[in-house]
Every structure is written in C-alpha cells, then in structure tokens.
C-alpha cells in the first residue's frame, strides 16, 4: 500500500522559512510525478508546485513563484518544499501527492498524505 508523510510544518513569522518534506512508501517513487498542494480554512484546494519523475523539470503557481522551491531525492524516496518569505496567507495545511501521469494543477493525483500544518504568523 502506497504510503506519503508529510513534515517539518509549524509556525513560523512572517519573512520566515520552512521546508516541508514528503517520505513516499510502497510505491516505485521515480515512476511518479510529485506535486505540493494546500488548503486554507474554508478555501479550495490549491495547487503549487510539481516536479518531474527525473527532478528536472518544475513548474509553480503565480502565488509561490520565487518563494517556493520543490526538490525530490530518488534515492531516498523524498519529496521537498523549501518556503521563503513566508507570508500570513500561507497559512494551511500543506499535502504531497503523487501521480504517474499528473502534471500542473490538473493531473490525476493517485495518492495523498494527510498533510502537515503551517502557520505564518503576523
């Protein structure tokens, strides 16, 4: 059974940094493509950032462009997101998510993890 867990949420000021991390189980992680999502009280799901099966292509939203970096380690099964600059909207609960054939916010994501909290604080 395919398994993702999410760290390394908590708070943190404003103009802080976190780096989430994401461990991948029973599945073949480099077959996957890898993608960051969040969800704020009472908002939608939203998309960040994905990375390719290799490591060597990503793309981000417009909202976390530049502040946000995503990085995955094949070898250890591991997928990351460094946050900079963190602003108080950033404020939610962050999710990895893997899919063979995902890609940007509309690919079919297979697996979830159940998510880590980060607050920005004012």
């Known amino acids: 059974q395919a398994q993702l867990v999410e760290s390394g949420g908590g708070l943190d000021q404003a103009g802080g940094s976190l780096k989430l991390s994401c461990a991948a189980s029973g599945l073949i992680f480099s077959n996957y493509y890898m993608a960051w999502f969040r969800q704020a009280p009472g908002k939608e799901r939203e998309f960040l950032a994905s990375?390719?099966?290799?490591?060597?292509?990503?793309y981000y939203a417009d909202s976390v462009k530049g502040r946000f970096t995503i990085s995955r380690d094949n070898a250890k099964n591991m997928v990351y997101l460094q946050m900079n600059s963190l602003k108080p909207e950033d404020t939610a609960v962050y999710y990895c998510?893997?899919?063979?054939?995902?890609?940007?916010?509309?690919?079919?994501?297979?697996?979830w993890g159940q998510g880590t909290q980060v607050t920005a604080s004012s």
């Open positions: 990375i390719s099966k290799t490591g060597n292509s990503t």
């Open positions: 998510a893997a899919g063979r054939t995902a890609w940007g916010p509309r690919g079919k994501y297979e697996y």
